[in-house]
Nanobody, 124 residues
């Protein structure tokens, strides 16, 4: 059973940066497509970014492209979301997700494993 634990959320001012971490156990990253989603109270859970099983390909949502970067450390079996130039509209609970399916999938239903989420709040 794959387990995911997020960390790194918090309160930041607009324009600042934050890095989220997602530690995976029960499987290695080479067997998992990993992704970040986010959900605010007034929106459905939306795709943010994904990284392939090989780590050679990433997919980033247009809403955060150029500001957010997904990466991973296979030695630590951990995936990261570097968030720069944060905006108040980035405020949400951020979830780490994983699937054994190939490809940088962006649909919520394609992911089988989820973390508990970490809150990110961006003040103006």
């Amino acid at each position: 059973q794959v387990q995911l634990v997020e960390s790194g959320g918090g309160l930041v001012q607009a324009g600042n940066s934050l890095r989220l971490s997602c530690a995976a156990s029960g499987a290695t990253l080479s067997s998992l497509t990993m992704a970040w989603f986010r959900q605010s109270p007034w929106k459905e859970r939306e795709f943010v970014a994904a990284i392939s099983r090989s780590g050679g390909s990433t997919n980033v949502a247009d809403s955060v492209k150029g500001r957010f970067t997904i990466s991973r450390d296979t030695a630590k079996n951990t995936v990261y979301l570097q968030m720069n130039s944060l905006k108040p509209e980035d405020t949400a609970v951020y979830y780490c997700a994983a699937t054994r399916r190939l490809g940088n999938r962006s649909a919520r239903f394609e992911y089988d494993y989820w973390g508990q989420g970490t809150q990110v709040t961006v003040s103006s």
